[in-house]
């Protein structure tokens, strides 16, 4: 597993990543990070 977190901007971008590596990833649903997103 990757200790980096990967940000990707939606779903099938975490699908893909979760089927090359195993590392964890955040959403941003488009071109900006929410607080809370950023607080992860």
């Not at 990543?17 to 607080?39: H, R, W």
Request: charged fraction near 25%.
């Amino acid at each position: 597993m990757l200790k980096e977190v990967i940000i990707v901007e939606g779903k099938m971008d975490t699908a893909a990543v979760k089927m090359a590596v195993d590392a964890d990833t955040i959403e941003t649903g488009g071109f900006t990070l929410s607080p809370v997103q950023l607080n992860r």
